[in-house]
T-cell receptor
Framework: GESVGLHLPTLSVQEGDNSIINCAYS??????FIWYKQESGKGPQFIID?????DKRQGQRVTVLLNKTVKHLSLQIAATQPGDSAVYFC?????????????FGKGTLLTVNP | EPEVTQTPSHQVTQMGQEVILRCVPI?????FYWYRQILGQKVEFLVS????????KSEIFDDQFSVERPDGSNFTLKIRSTKLEDSAMYFC????????????FGSGTQLSVL
């Protein structure tokens, strides 16, 4: 079946350090992956996405890496700031005839210590 | 920046009562969604809506649930007879083209069924 999960439920880093949040997925037919950030009391906010025909994509201070061989997705945040503290979700789409449904992982709580 | 707005932010209801959760998607978006998040759990897909009809729904979205776009701006989720297990944060989302995962989420409606 399809599932998206996270390796670590919590991550604590010092301000200025780089953060790496990991995600495993099991649906090999998934063709699109997204990272969302959720701050307390808010809805998920899009961070970055990547298609299955890519293995790396960079944004502003963020990089997503996709390893299809081991079905692993990671989000790297450079120079982590206190404002980055939030829950981070990976999500996947595609496969199994679904074009609309995003399947979310459970989330990793990132805490940035000043 | 355009955003998805949801009302009310909190809704308390008695078991068996009907509730309607309201959403105003981003104005030029064509695809609309409802997701929910039970406290401490994953964000779960409920339903997607396009061209005035449901395009996909999950097993959670049973006959007690319905969606409607009553006019050109609102998108509603109705739960006909609420159950205790319907207590959750309900998120509305919208997106532009089919096949893209860049959903824009509202801040959610916290539904508490007593």
């Amino acid at each position: 079946g399809e599932s998206v999960g996270l390796h670590l439920p919590t991550l604590s880093v010092q301000e200025g350090d780089n953060s790496i949040i990991n995600c495993a997925y099991s649906n090999s037919a998934s063709d699109y992956f997204i990272w969302y950030k959720q701050e307390s009391g808010k809805g998920p906010q899009f961070i970055i996405d990547i298609r299955s025909n890519m293995d790396k994509r960079q944004g502003q201070r963020v990089t997503v890496l996709l390893n299809k061989t081991v079905k692993h997705l990671s989000l790297q945040i450079a120079a982590t700031q206190p404002g980055d503290s939030a829950v981070y979700f990976c999500a996947e789409k595609g496969g199994g005839g679904s074009n609309y449904k995003l399947t979310f992982g459970k989330g990793t709580l990132l805490t940035v210590n000043p | 920046e355009p955003e998805v707005t949801q009302t009310p932010s909190h809704q308390v209801t008695q078991m068996g009562q009907e509730v309607i959760l309201r959403c105003v998607p981003i104005s030029n978006h064509l695809y609309f969604y409802w997701y929910r998040q039970i406290l401490g759990q994953k964000v779960e897909f409920l339903v997607s809506f396009y061209n005035n009809e449901i395009s996909e729904k999950s097993e959670i979205f049973d006959d007690q649930f319905s969606v409607e776009r009553p006019d050109g701006s609102n998108f509603t989720l109705k739960i006909r007879s609420t159950k205790l297990e319907d207590s959750a944060m309900y998120f509305c989302a919208s997106s532009e083209p089919l096949g893209r995962g860049k959903l824009f989420f509202g801040s959610g409606t916290q539904l508490s069924v007593l």
